[in-house]
């Protein structure tokens, strides 16, 4: 069996999309190691697999790609491997130039978000000379160069529509707790909703994770003396469940301000479908385009009258199209899913 590596610029924690490739190659018995930068230095230290450097978070500059990617050559050239799997486009612009001269037709690129790295970096050629390209949202093809073979991956690895949790939306409640799950980002958008809903005894806002955001948002809740909103900091996996179970809307809100929140989806997506809660999101994006078509949740315009909104909203939820909603929304992932699948077992075998 031929080796493959993959590679990846961060802490495991912050790459869930790992798993979908390692499954089917555990599945097929094949060869493979897992490079990457533990940027939170969380993980246990391997020197040959695992790269540190002397900050701890997500934010690096240019020399501190530039140092991970001299370690990755140097990785690959002393161990050999016969295919690379690349995670995305800051680190695919530093292995470019490696990859064509030595890796054309066996690497993958998997791209999870837009960077701005793509103003001056022109993917083209990498793409085309890739087996091909994964992209975790088909809106990304609006702005990635055109080729025929990319392929869909949803992060998700809900199997089929009975693997969805039951729904249970109370929306009868006279108090409704809106929650934040998951790394916590997009602080503009958050603080005009936390404004408009400010103190407001009927509705309780959680943050549950955290990021670059967190200490942001602490200081606006003390300047503004709201107290209706708790940040909990960081949880643990077996703890989702729960967080889930005790909350009625879902916030995935982000502006429709730049192409990363134009056109990307977040795991929240998949978590809310999963556990059967109703998602916010903010007109304007893919996400809410996903929200709307499906009739996952509440899809709002403004903040200007948000209280309404959301009662409005529970007052006229129907539980039968909602759950119809779901399921169809995860038909559709899972026959992608699928295809992602069939094409990797391919890679693998060639």
Not at 152 to 173: R, W
Not at 195 to 216: P, Q, R, S, T
Not at 333 to 349: A, D, Q, S
């Amino acid at each position: 069996m031929k080796k493959i590596a993959l590679i990846g610029d961060s802490s495991m924690l912050y790459m869930p999309y790992v798993s979908n490739y390692e499954k089917v190659l555990v599945d097929n018995n094949a060869d493979y190691s897992i490079i990457n930068w533990d940027r939170f230095q969380m993980e246990n230290f391997d020197k040959e697999n695992k790269y540190r450097d002397q900050k701890i978070g997500h934010r690096r500059n240019f020399i501190d790609y530039y140092k991970y990617s001299r370690f990755v050559i140097k990785k690959l050239s002393k161990t050999k491997y016969d295919k690379v799997i690349v995670f995305g486009i800051p680190l695919s612009f530093f292995l470019k130039g490696f990859l064509l001269k030595n890796y054309k037709r066996r690497y993958i690129i998997d791209i999870r978000d837009y960077h701005k790295i793509l103003k001056v970096f022109n993917t083209s050629k990498l793409i085309e000379n890739s087996l091909f390209t994964v992209i975790s949202s088909p809106k990304y093809k609006e702005w990635l160069p055109k080729n025929d073979r990319y392929e869909i991956n949803y992060n998700t690895k809900i199997k089929n529509k009975e693997s969805l949790k039951p729904a249970i939306v109370n929306y009868k409640k006279n108090t409704f707790n809106i929650s934040y799950i998951g790394a916590t980002r997009d602080y503009d958008i958050n603080t005009e909703f936390i404004k408009n809903l400010k103190n407001k005894e009927k509705y309780n806002i959680y943050f549950h994770g955290e990021g670059d955001i967190n200490k942001d948002i602490k200081n606006y809740l003390i300047t503004n003396n709201i107290k209706n909103v708790k940040l909990t900091g960081r949880y643990y996996r077996e703890d989702e469940d729960k967080l889930y179970h005790t909350s009625d809307l879902i916030n995935v809100l982000r502006y429709n301000d730049g192409i990363n929140n134009k056109t990307a989806l977040p795991n929240r997506l998949y978590n809310t479908v999963l556990h059967g809660k109703p998602m916010l999101a903010f007109k304007g994006t893919f996400l809410a385009e996903i929200i709307n078509d499906y009739n996952l949740g509440l899809v709002v315009e403004s903040f200007d009258e948000i209280d309404k909104d959301i009662e409005n909203y529970f007052k006229g939820f129907n539980i039968d199209e909602y759950n119809l909603g779901r399921c169809n929304l995860i038909q559709d992932i899972i026959r992608e899913n699928h295809k992602f699948i069939r094409n990797l077992e391919e890679f693998i075998y060639i």
